[in-house]
Each structure stands twice: as structure tokens, then as C-alpha cells.
């Protein structure tokens, strides 16, 4: 049983900054490459970052590019979401997830496993 619990979310301004952390639990955490999605009100859920197995390749939605960055202690079973600059825009709940099949990807029917979400709020 792979279960995935996010932490970090809360309120913070604009132009500030946030750390995402997902704790994952279960064997094989090494293997998976792992995601930050997030879901705004009145839209579809995005895939905003995603990490291989590896923590060597990464990915990025354009609209985080160059703000928010991506990371993974497999020692710790953890992955991260460092985001910086942050906007109205960026309001949203973020969920981290897991996929077995270890390389980079951001396509959401590629993840297995799926955290309950923290809420990221930005006010102006």
C-alpha cells in the first residue's frame, strides 16, 4: 500500500514563497517518478512538475517555469516543491503523485497513486 501526505500548503502573499513536501510511505519509493499538480476552482487539474526516478530530470508547466523547483530525497521518501515568487494565479489545491513508470512525465493517467492535496493560497 503506497500512501502519499502532503504538507506545506497555507496562506502567504504575493511574491512570496512556499515549500510542498509529500511523504511517501510503502516500498519502492526509489523507482517512481513523482508530481505536483494543482487544481484551481473552476478548472482542470495541471501537472505543474514532475521529477524522474533518478531526481536528474525534471519538467515544468511554463507557467512555473523559472519560479517553482522540484526535488526528491529517496533517502527520505520525500519529494519537494520549492515555490518562489508567488502569485494570485498559483491559488490552488496541489496534490503530489506517484508514477511507476520512473521517467519524467506530466501526464496525468501516467500516475499511480495520489495524495489528498494541500491547499495553496495567494493573496495580492
Known amino acids: 500500500q503506497v500512501q502519499l501526505v502532503e504538507s506545506g500548503g497555507g496562506l502567504v502573499q504575493a511574491g512570496g514563497s512556499l515549500r510542498l513536501s509529500c511523504a511517501v510511505s510503502g516500498r519502492n519509493f526509489n523507482w517512481y517518478a513523482m508530481g505536483w499538480f494543482r487544481q484551481a476552482p473552476g478548472k482542470e487539474r495541471e501537472c505543474v512538475a514532475s521529477?524522474?526516478?533518478?531526481?536528474?530530470?525534471?519538467n515544468y508547466s511554463n507557467s512555473v517555469k523559472g519560479r517553482f523547483t522540484i526535488s526528491r530525497d529517496n533517502a527520505k521518501n520525500t519529494v519537494y516543491l520549492q515555490m518562489n515568487s508567488l502569485k494570485p494565479d498559483d491559488t490552488a489545491l496541489y496534490y503530489c503523485?506517484?508514477?511507476?513508470?520512473?521517467?519524467?512525465?506530466?501526464?496525468?493517467?501516467?500516475?499511480?497513486?495520489w495524495g489528498q492535496g494541500t491547499q495553496v493560497t495567494v493573496s495580492s
Open positions: 503523485a506517484a508514477s511507476r513508470g520512473m521517467l519524467v512525465t506530466t501526464r496525468e493517467d501516467r500516475f499511480d497513486y
Open positions: 521529477i524522474d526516478w533518478s531526481g536528474l530530470n525534471t
